[in-house]
C-alpha cells in the first residue's frame, strides 16, 4: 500500500471521528438546552411528558454519537482479500489462488498420464479410455491430489484444466475425471446424510 493512499485512510479516519466527536458534542448541548427548559420554564404536564421522551432520545442518540466516536478503528483498516474474499484490509493475498491450484492440478495429471503411458498401451480409444480410468484410479488413491483438483475443476473448470494439460489424452482424462468427481461429490453427500 502507498504512503498516500495511508496517508488519506489516516486523514479519513481523522475527519470521521472528528464529525462523530462535534455531533456528539452538539447533541449533549441540545440534551442540556431541553434538560434546562423542562426545569426552569412552566410548562403543562403533557408538554413535560413530551419533552422528557424528546430528551431521553436526544440522550440515546448522544450516547450512541460518543460510542461510535470511540470505536471501529478496524472500519478504516484497509481490506484483505484472500482467495478473492474480502477479509480485512486493502491488502490482497493470492487472489490467483485458483489458477496457480488449476497449473499445478495439471502439471500432476500430465505427469501421471506420461508415467502411466509408459506402462499402458495407448493405441486404441479403449486402451486410452482405460489409461484414464487408471489414473483417476491413482488420483483417488492420493487424497491430497484428490482435493487439489476438486478445488482446481470448481474453481477453472473443466475446459482450463483441459487446455493447462499438455498430453494427447488431456480431453479423455478431462471428461473420465469430471465424471468421477461427481460421483465423489454424490457419495460425499451421501455420507454426510448418513
Known sequence: MSESSKNDILEKYKFDKYYKFITAISLSGILLILILILVY????????????????????TALDAFKRCFEYPDFYQPITIINNRQIKNYTT???????????????????????????YPTTT???QIELAVEAVDEIQKNATLKSRLTAALKA??????????????????????AASLQEWQKSATERVED
Open 93 to 119: 493475498y493470492n487472489t490467483s489462488y485458483g489458477k496457480q491450484n488449476l497449473a499445478e492440478a495439471a502439471t500432476e495429471i500430465q505427469e501421471l498420464l506420461e508415467q502411466l503411458s509408459k506402462t
Open 156 to 177: 477453472g473448470g473443466m475446459e482450463a484444466l483441459k487446455e493447462s494439460i499438455h498430453h494427447p489424452l488431456s480431453n479423455i482424462m478431462v471428461n473420465v475425471l
Open 41 to 60: 420554564v412552566a410548562i403543562p404536564l403533557t408538554t413535560q411528558q413530551v419533552l422528557i421522551a424528546i430528551i431521553g432520545m436526544v440522550l440515546l
Open 125 to 127: 480409444e479403449k486402451e
